[in-house]
């Protein structure tokens, strides 16, 4: 079985301060770790993952997401924060074993000028 | 490539009436996953399919859902009959070898 967390469901954040999105998961085998953005009326788009390799991984509009294997997180993060970064964000996780992704329920990531 | 394209954008409908809502996939992708998103339960995964057949149907929610993919370029989600219950954005999504998920920009349903 696979599964993730995503303790918080809003995150607030002042623009030019950094944010971290936070995710936990959990399977049986080897994790595939995604993240996707959510804007209002639109699908999810992908924002980056982890397969294997370098815990650190660097995705679209400067986001990146730490791998950490012993804590089995995959937080989200970006150095400066941009209002236009206010959006739902999801964490997934796929074991290497299965064919489908399972999302978190979401974190409502708001930027203020 | 356009990306996933799901149609109607819209559905408005009555209670009762069958509903069909349809997905084209990114072409060279064998991966197609049906999702809703509701407020109180969030994204749930309907139904994928690999290679045309359906894998995995449990998050169906009852008999009245239904998903067929007759060729790797369409699908098709239909509700018979409707229920307001159901009323939600659907969503279609394509992946290569079941990574990265390309999301089309799904059907807002409304079951009055």
């Known amino acids: 079985a696979q599964s993730v967390a995503q303790p918080e469901d809003q995150v607030n954040v002042a623009e030019g301060n950094p944010l971290t999105v936070k995710c936990t998961y959990s399977v049986s085998g080897n994790p595939y770790l995604f993240w996707y953005v959510q804007y209002p009326n639109r699908g999810l788009q992908f924002l980056l993952k982890?397969?294997?390799?370098?815990?650190l991984v660097k995705g679209s509009y400067g986001f990146e997401a730490e791998f950490n294997k012993s804590q089995t997180s995959f937080h989200l993060k970006k150095p400066s924060a941009l209002v236009s970064d206010s959006a739902l964000y999801f964490c997934?996780?796929?074991?290497?074993?299965?064919?489908?992704?399972?999302f978190g329920d979401g974190t409502t990531l708001t930027v203020k000028p | 490539d356009a990306g996933v394209i799901q149609s109607p954008r819209h559905e408005v409908t009555e209670m009762g009436q069958e509903v069909t809502l349809r997905c084209k996939p990114i072409?060279?992708?064998?991966?197609l996953f049906w999702y809703r998103q509701t407020m109180m339960r969030g994204l749930e995964l309907l139904i994928y399919?690999?290679?045309?057949?359906?894998?995995?149907d449990s998050g169906m929610p009852e008999d009245r859902f239904s998903a067929k993919m007759p060729n790797a370029s369409f699908s098709t989600l239909k509700i018979q009959p409707s229920e307001p219950r159901d009323s939600a954005v659907y969503f279609c999504?394509?992946?290569?070898?079941?990574?990265?998920?390309?999301f089309g920009s799904g059907t807002q349903l409304s079951v009055l």
């Open positions: 399919f690999n290679n045309n057949v359906p894998i995995d």
């Open positions: 072409s060279g992708h064998d991966y």
């Open positions: 997934a996780v796929r074991d290497t074993n299965a064919g489908k992704s399972t």
């Open positions: 999504a394509s992946s290569f070898r079941g990574e990265k998920l390309f």
């Open positions: 982890y397969i294997t390799g370098d815990n």
